[in-house]
């Protein structure tokens, strides 16, 4: 368990690889419960915010495994109300972004949330191959990948009478330059 | 006048009525758009919840292409953009090393002089005081405004306005002759980017918003963000069925109860394009 002092022998828990990674110093939470009290989304939670920052404090590579194996990481909305309200600054948000990318490093990711990072690939990829994302193309792309074919079909129609979807992608001039910052930026964190 | 725009990829597809009530009320203000060249996505919640690096680069990007163009201010309509674009800023300003690593990155250079701003600010400084002459039509309607997240939070880095009980959009309403009403959901979260991979949860938070809403006697809620937009109006037929409920409140875009106001038609500031038909009941207007 890290203590909340200065000290330089690499600290290997969670919460040490939170702090490295982002700054983001789990130690400084008292357990007020701000943030879960809310976080527009607690009760559709395995562990509310507050309780995450708990689980990392005690530096238990048990409970570590649950956070990373958590859908609460993957339902945050990064909606910020949490670190709004936050009397010791502890930035949420910026914590759950990373542990999202541990999760995921880790293959660890919720079965419940793969629907959610499935989207986030298909919208990433959307920006890669055209700089913009191509709102069509992404919600195809994201039915392949989750199977979800029927559902949003009902949207469609209306979608498409009132001039809301393009069917051919606007591709950027700098396309390049967008896929060597793809390349070029570092997939696996320092730690 | 001419000032920088970052229209991002919601305005150009899915929030087309935003899009062109910005439009439409530059143009009523002899304000010309001049759009930050060969723009790219902001990253959205993808990219931050995927890449750190990403989430900083793309958003990098462009504002270096808006500064390597001369353009000082930007407006970004949309509020997730606005949020990444600023927040990028703020990080990249206070790190001098990741500012170099993303410079590095995006093989550009980034100075971090662009002033960015949300619709809300570009209509306080462009438009508000050139308003009362053009009103043709008050829109003397009861509203609630709202603000959601991203243009309010983290406050500690956009400065902007009061995190919790925001004014500068009541304020906007007020000038064109609506009575902005006090109500509790004005900057919770609508569910954002989970409309397609949750859209039940989306149904959850957006239902509260919407219900707050005509239970406080509002005729519209008002909207800067094509998210909650989406959300509330797109959406409106899976809330229903989510919360067994018939809500007809309309959602406007500010841009677009402005315009209205100004005399511009209901095609001109993209109405006709909603999911949930815009049918405000004509009121008497006592002369001015």
Not at chain 1, 19 to 34: D, F, I, L, M, S
């Amino acid at each position: 368990m890290s203590s909340g002092t200065h000290h330089h022998e690499v600290d290997n828990s969670l919460a040490g690889k939170v702090r490295h990674n982002t700054q983001v110093h789990a130690q400084r939470c008292y357990q007020c419960g701000k943030c879960s009290a809310g976080c527009p989304l607690s009760a559709d939670m395995d562990y509310p915010p507050s309780l995450v920052l708990r689980m990392l404090q005690t530096g238990d590579p048990v409970l570590e495994d649950k956070i990373l194996r958590s859908y609460t990481i993957w339902v945050c909305l990064s909606c910020e109300m949490c670190i709004q309200r936050c009397p010791m600054e502890v930035d949420i948000p910026v914590m759950m972004d990373y542990l999202r990318q541990e999760s995921i490093r880790q293959k660890k990711v919720n079965p419940k949330a793969k629907n959610i990072v499935s989207f986030h690939k298909s919208f990433l990829d959307s920006i890669k191959y055209t700089g913009r994302l191509f709102e069509f193309g992404l919600v195809v792309d994201y039915k392949m990948r989750s199977w979800k074919m029927f559902q949003d079909i009902t949207l469609m129609p209306g979608m498409i009478s009132r001039g809301k979807l393009h069917f051919i992608p606007e591709r950027i001039k700098g396309i390049k330059n967008i896929s060597n910052i793809f390349t070029k930026v570092s997939k696996e964190d320092k730690k | 006048m001419k000032i920088g725009l970052y229209p991002g990829c919601s305005l150009n597809g899915s929030a087309r009525d935003y899009n062109e009530s910005v439009f439409a009320l530059a143009k009523a203000f002899d304000i010309e758009f001049e759009q930050v060249p060969d723009w790219n996505c902001c990253g959205a919640t993808a990219a931050h919840n995927m890449n750190k690096e990403l989430s900083l680069a793309l958003p990098a990007r462009i504002l270096a292409a808006a500064e390597k163009h001369g353009l000082a201010d930007v407006v970004v309509p949309c509020a997730a953009c606005y949020s990444r674009l600023a927040v990028t800023q703020h990080e990249l300003l206070h790190d001098p090393v990741l500012r170099n690593r993303v410079s590095e990155i995006i093989g550009m250079e980034f100075k971090g002089t662009t002033n960015i701003m949300n619709v809300i600010q570009f209509v306080d400084k462009f438009i508000v005081d050139k308003l009362e002459p053009k009103i043709k039509k008050k829109f003397n309607y009861n509203v609630a405004c709202y603000y959601g997240c991203l243009m309010v939070r983290p406050a500690k880095i956009l400065k902007y306005d009061r995190p919790e009980d925001p004014q500068s959009m009541d304020e906007a309403m007020r000038k064109i002759g609506a009575t902005a009403l006090d109500w509790g959901y004005k900057v919770e979260c609508c569910g954002a980017g989970l409309s397609v991979s949750k859209t039940d949860m989306v149904s959850k938070l957006s239902g509260k918003i919407i219900e707050d809403a005509t239970y406080r006697g509002a005729e519209a809620i008002i909207v800067a963000c094509p998210m909650c937009h989406s959300n509330l109006d797109m959406r409106r037929g899976d809330i229903n069925k989510f919360w067994n409920n018939k809500f007809t409140i309309p959602v406007i875009y500010l841009t677009q109860a402005i315009g209205l106001a100004i005399g511009l038609t209901a095609k001109e500031v993209g109405l006709k394009r909603h999911f949930v038909a815009v049918n405000l009941p004509k009121k008497e207007v006592e002369s001015a």
